[in-house]
Structure formats: structure tokens, C-alpha cells
């Protein structure tokens, strides 16, 4: 598999003789940032989750790093940061408390971009001349700035920037965009009157939207997708085939290992609610089917997170060979090996299903 690691990032250019402005290095915008924040948060989970069993014993040595401490706490709505005796204390508290994962990733990932975002400002006001001075030059050479741009023009709208200066993003403004924003900032910004704090505030809403977007996005999957490569298994994402043959049609599932050409498992990864268990599991279900019918011996693998009802797991159970939650994913992995280097107790279920035609 490719790596996925970010390309080391480049300094910013500065505008002008300024060498005592604070300087970033970075060209990367908050979205980016955040992004490799949460593989990392995604990775000290994992660790943590097959260090305690799936958070079911956690001592002071799994809690030692600052990154997993939050993670633990925010996912059992502690909030704060505190030592790792005082976390300790707080899991043996709230262990009959469900663990929030969503929350749990994003607490540390606000943390790092709020601290990037207030960064990005400083930088900013060093650049302009105390917000005094923003030239076409510097917004068409800076994209990343672009919330904090907006922000202090007082717009609040993807529309009313795009009707306002035309399409643009933080990672590239054209020429003419560039003109239109300066001019939009000289008329709308008072040097004098920028409250570094309000414009802050203001990039919370910005920044709250780039975290549910990758939390809906890449957390699920890319839980699983770590967990594997940290097993050392070959495998395919959906994005990475064409399908996986069934017996009534071909489509893709989440994962497949280790290849949709030379099928031996795949993995479903879905988070439900209560209210729409029941149509989730329908879904699920024909797609096991389809595929086992099709595949002798492939191994059917859901991953679920969120409130799914006791009796809907029960019947998914019935098809599925593995229906586990999101924090035993590390075990898992460890399954899926054993039964690649072939270990057949791990499969439960043969399903014969054929489709022909009717004997007249």
C-alpha cells in the first residue's frame, strides 16, 4: 500500500523585510492540519484500545501520553487536562459510561488547529502591518489565510464569498480573486478596530465544520485502515477496485482482503442509530449474502459503532461470521491474520445461494 504520509511542508513567504515576524512552517491549510491531526489521534486510539483490551482495563501505563489521556477523558465527557493518576481515577469512575469515539477524536484535534488557527492570526497581523496592509500579492501567495481573510471581512457564507470575490479556496486565489478580496479588506477593516479575540470566535464555526467533515468522512474507515496495515495484511479499499463479485450483482465493499481479484474477506464498516438499525441491517445483510454465495469461504466482517439494537446485532450475527464494535478492531486484525494464513475455525457460515433457472 502507498504511504499516506503529508509532503514536508514548505516555508511561508514572507512580504517584505520583516525577520522579526513569527513565521509558520507551513503552507498547509487548517484543513490539512486537522486532517493529520486525527490520523494521529486515530493512531494513539488504536494503541490504547489493544493495550486495554478495547478500553475495558486501562492502567497508569497506557495513559502516560498527554494525546491518549485526552482522548479517554473527552470520550467519557471529562473535560480539562490533568495528570495521568487523576485520569486513572476518572475511566474507574465512569466505567459504566458509554464511550463517546466521535468526541473522543475530535477533543484533540480542536485543540491543535484552535492553537494553529490564533498562530495563523499573529502571523497575519505581523504580515499586514497590524491588519493595515493587504496586498493582493500577499492573499494570492498565502491561500491557507483564507478563513481568517473572510473572517475579518465579516463574511460568513461560502456564497457570499464566492458572490463577493469569485471562486476561491485555501489552497489557490487567482489574480483577479486576489484584487477583488484586497480591495474587499481595505474597505471593511478598521486597523484600529480589529478585536483578535472576536475574529477567533468567529473561526470557530469554520473550524467546527472542518473537523464534522472529516469526522464523518475518515474516522470509521481509516480506524480499520490502521489496524490492518499495523497487522501487516494485504488489502484493498473500495476506491481501490472495480467490485467484488456476488451472486446477484457486483459492487464494492468497504474493504476486501486481500485482493477483490483473489477474495478471501471483506469489511463492512457502518455506524448506526436506533431509529434506522433495522433498514442498515437489511442493507448489510443481502450484501454478506450476495457475496459469500458467491465466494466460498470469504469471511464477512461488520464493524458497527452507535446505538444499534441488542435484537439487530443478533440477526447480522447470523450472516456476518464477525459483528464487533469499532474498539476491538485491533483484535480483529489479529483474526483476519490468522484466518489469511489459514486458520479455517475462524469462518462460521457457508451460504449456497444460486440463482437458476426453473426446471419446466
Known amino acids: 500500500m502507498e504511504s499516506t504520509r503529508e509532503p514536508r511542508p514548505k516555508p511561508v513567504k514572507a512580504i517584505g523585510d520583516r525577520s522579526s515576524t513569527p513565521s509558520i512552517q507551513t503552507e498547509l491549510t487548517l484543513f490539512k492540519i486537522a486532517d493529520a491531526e486525527i490520523r494521529k489521534a486515530i493512531s494513539a486510539y488504536l494503541k490504547l484500545a489493544k493495550a ?19 482522548i479517554l477523558m473527552a470520550g467519557l465527557a471529562v473535560r480539562g487536562e490533568m495528570s495521568a493518576e487523576t485520569a486513572l481515577e476518572e475511566w474507574k469512575r465512569r466505567q459504566a459510561v458509554p464511550f463517546e469515539l466521535e468526541t473522543a477524536i475530535a477533543a484533540g484535534v480542536y485543540k491543535d488547529i484552535r492553537s494553529t488557527g490564533a498562530r495563523f492570526l499573529d502571523l ?23 478563513p481568517l481573510f473572510q473572517h475579518l471581512a465579516g463574511i460568513f457564507s461560502k456564497a457570499a464569498l464566492k458572490q463577493l470575490v469569485g471562486s476561491v479556496s485555501d489552497n489557490s486565489i487567482s489574480g483577479p480573486a486576489a484584487e477583488r478580496l484586497s480591495k474587499l479588506l481595505r474597505e471593511r477593516v478598521d486597523p484600529n478596530a480589529v478585536n483578535k479575540g472576536e475574529i477567533l470566535k468567529r473561526l470557530e464555526s469554520t473550524l467546527e465544520g472542518i473537523v464534522r467533515d472529516l469526522i464523518g468522512r475518515v474516522l ?48 463492512e464498516v457502518r455506524k448506526s442509530s436506533s431509529r434506522h438499525a433495522s433498514l442498515y441491517a437489511k442493507d448489510k445483510m443481502f450484501s454478506a449474502i450476495n457475496w459469500k454465495g458467491k465466494n466460498p469461504e ?17 440477526v447480522l450475527a447470523n450472516v456476518f461470521d464477525y459483528v464487533v464494535p469499532i474498539s476491538r478492531v485491533p483484535e480483529l486484525a489479529e483474526t483476519l491474520d490468522a484466518y489469511l494464513k489459514g486458520d479455517k475455525s475462524k469462518l462460521k457460515w457457508l451460504i449456497d445461494f444460486r440463482i437458476r433457472p426453473a426446471v419446466i
Open 52 to 70: 486495554t483490551n478495547g478500553l475495558a482495563k486501562v492502567s497508569l501505563g497506557d495513559i502516560e501520553d498527554e494525546r491518549t489521556r485526552t
Open 220 to 267: 470509521f474507515e481509516s480506524i480499520v485502515d490502521r489496524a490492518l496495515r499495523d497487522q501487516g495484511l494485504l488489502f484493498q479499499r473500495e476506491e481501490e477496485y472495480e467490485s467484488l463479485r456476488g451472486v446477484v450483482y457486483d459492487f464494492r465493499a468497504d474493504f476486501v482482503l486481500p485482493t477483490a481479484a483473489d477474495p478471501r474477506a471483506f469489511i
Open 298 to 314: 470469504l469471511l464477512a466482517v461488520l464493524v458497527v459503532d452507535g446505538p444499534w439494537t441488542g435484537e439487530t446485532l443478533r
Open 124 to 146: 497575519l497581523e505581523a504580515q499586514t502591518g497590524n491588519f493595515s496592509n493587504f496586498s493582493p500579492a500577499f492573499i494570492k501567495q498565502n491561500p491557507y489565510l483564507l
